[in-house]
């Protein structure tokens, strides 16, 4: 077993596996990954398991000391590494030498990932290694000063750039389904969720994240909680919309006007800052059949992810001599 050393991390970084199911009926959100395609991705070209863990990170970073002994990382979503000084970018496999630093931004989004060819030790929750962030339950948080220990390492993959999602560009119109809570906004503010443009704002975290102008106000808000779930547009007195992401509440007093596609959840999340999106409605048929033509998309992109994995080449097959010069030819 080695260690990882975190020499900065910043305030959102934790440990997630892809989630906690079957809890919501008590309280428990299913926590998990915010873009879940992403973290998929990068265990995918490691070899990890569908049920091991990665780190995810937002804005602020994530700077991390290698211990004895050398291993590998995958890199998605809105991340980009550096090891050592040298840019390696976002979407990529790479060797981690003994005693390296490794420097991870995110960058043009929200929310990247790290995942090893090995295994991150973490503690468990209600079946999970997933993090909680308010309760701090699961995985952990991860923090400035931290010993992350890692155990099965695997430095035997070459470097590879990973293929991105066939939408990886941000995107600009989200499907969504009206309701369940309609009733409480008259037909202005449907009119405006339909033809507005609203924008990413800052304020964002692992529950969800508020949608800029314009504002749709709702009739009235003296409704009691109902269950909700990830994807939903919550609107507050105010008329502010919030994305719920992955730690978001299992009820809540104000209403949802409509619920995000299952595929283009995450997409919203990562939006960086200022990005334009508009909302166009689809009945729950077309929302289902979206849905169900996206994961197939998905399973076809992981499993070419996979192949693509390789070895490195041994020290027999490298060409060790390369641009050597003969010194007496000079003479």
């Known amino acids: 077993m080695t260690t990882l050393r975190i020499a900065a991390a910043g305030p959102m970084t934790s440990i997630q596996d892809r989630g906690r199911s079957g809890y919501r009926r008590f309280g428990v959100p299913p926590s ?3 873009d879940r395609r992403a973290f998929a991705a990068a265990l995918a070209a490691v070899g990890a398991s569908a049920d091991d863990t990665a780190i995810e990170l937002s804005h602020g970073g994530l700077a991390l000391d290698a211990g004895e002994r050398p291993f590998v990382i995958a890199v998605t979503g809105a991340a980009a590494a550096r090891i050592d000084g040298f840019e390696l970018g976002g979407w990529c496999v790479a060797g981690v030498p003994a005693g390296a630093r490794v420097q991870i931004n995110v960058r043009h989004g929200n929310w990247g990932y790290v995942a090893v060819a090995g295994r991150i030790a973490a503690l468990s929750w209600l079946g999970s290694r997933s993090t909680h962030f308010l309760a701090e339950l699961g995985g952990g948080r991860i923090r400035t000063g931290d010993v ?3 155990a099965d390492l695997d430095d035997h993959l070459a470097a590879a ?3 991105p999602p066939p939408d990886h560009v941000p995107i600009t119109t989200a499907r969504i389904v009206v309701g369940p809570q309609q009733r409480f ?9 339909s033809s507005g443009t609203f924008n990413a704002s800052a304020r964002f975290d692992r529950m969800g994240m508020v949608l800029g102008s314009p504002a749709l106000r709702p009739v009235r808000v003296d409704m009691p909680s109902e269950p909700a779930v990830r994807g939903a547009l919550q609107v507050d007195g105010e008329g502010r919309i919030s994305l719920l992401t992955a730690d978001h509440q299992t009820t809540g007093g104000y209403p949802r006007i409509a619920v995000v596609v299952e595929p283009d959840i995450d997409r919203v999340a990562q939006l960086a800052v200022g990005s334009p999106i508009r909302f166009v409605a689809v009945d729950a048929a077309e929302a289902i059949a979206i849905t169900r033509a996206a994961a197939a998309a998905d399973e076809r992109w992981l499993t070419r992810i996979a192949a693509a994995r390789r070895a490195k080449p041994s020290l027999l097959t490298a060409n060790l001599i390369g641009g050597v010069v003969d010194a007496l030819a000079e003479l």
């Open 32 to 34: 998990g990954p915010v």
């Open 185 to 193: 906004f008259d037909d202005e503010a449907m009119h405006i969720l």
């Open 161 to 163: 750039v990973i293929e």
């Open 148 to 150: 992350v220990p890692l």
